[in-house]
């Protein structure tokens, strides 16, 4: 009889680090924030554009708020697309947009979803470090921590990459390298969490394993490859994903 080889152990990359994504997985904020900022925003530009629910959802496949209005102008209103200051009127809705957000946020009524202030907090404790990757501007940011989290909360975070300071926005990887260059860890010792199929696409471009928690806007979309699918971070048990693991790989008979 052959001898059978030991089984083939490998230890588990050690967790150091969870980087955050921000609309949609720290607050319902695209349906209940952006969306009827930017309605203000056309209204205020005396634009008669309306962006019902239903028609964000199909919007929010295309990332980034500017890159949002310049695709809806292409395909349903072409006439103020080909202006020649057409570029002007995005940065100026999108500026318009993003005070109204702001707004909204410091009036509080965009909570946190189930979970996550939790697991933040989890986390601290535990020694992780904490980031964020988010197409959304880096003002958008502060205030939802402020308003949710309270003063300090942006403090929390060791890196925030918002906004345009990456070239290709999500499902580019781009925003996820530039974090984790400033955290100055390899991927691997890192987990994403993301709501939506353009995130998880950036996340593992970069190499990282990522935690999805789909919304309503994002629940029907292909998460395959996702390292979990979880209702809400509720369901996060932080205490098994940061514990070094082992796991047996092989028992290969001789």
């Not at 390899?186 to 999805?212: F, K, T, W, Y």
Request: with cysteine; glycine share 6%; hydrophobic share 45%.
């Amino acid at each position: 009889m052959p001898e059978s080889t030991p089984a083939i152990v490998q230890r588990m990359h050690t967790l150091h680090a969870l980087i955050f994504d921000v609309d949609g997985t720290l607050a319902d904020t695209e349906r209940d924030g952006h969306r009827p900022a930017f309605n203000h925003a056309f209204a205020d530009l005396g634009l008669d554009w309306h962006w019902d629910e239903t028609l964000y959802g199909q919007l929010l496949a295309i990332t980034g708020g500017k890159e949002r209005i310049r695709h809806y102008a292409e395909r349903h209103a072409t006439d103020i697309a080909a202006r020649p200051e057409f570029e002007v009127l995005v940065r100026d809705l999108h500026a318009a947009k993003t005070r109204h957000y702001l707004r909204l946020v410091e009036s509080a009524s965009l909570p946190l979803r189930p979970g996550v202030a939790a697991l933040i907090q989890h986390a601290r404790q535990r020694g992780l470090r904490l980031a964020i990757a988010t197409t959304t501007t880096p003002e958008n940011v502060t205030a939802l921590l402020h308003a949710t989290l309270g003063p300090d909360a942006p403090g929390w975070f060791d890196v925030i990459g918002a906004g345009d300071i990456v070239p290709n926005k999500k499902p580019a990887p781009d925003i996820y390298r530039w974090v984790l260059d400033r955290l100055a860890l390899p991927a691997e010792n890192c987990l994403a969490i993301e709501d939506s199929a353009n995130g998880l696409r950036a996340a593992q471009a970069a190499g990282l394993r990522c935690l999805v928690t789909p919304n309503d806007y994002t629940a029907s979309e292909d998460f395959s490859g996702a390292w979990q699918v979880l209702a809400d971070l509720r369901e996060v048990d932080l205490d098994a994903i940061a514990a070094p693991t082992i796991s047996i790989l092989a028992n290969i008979s001789g």
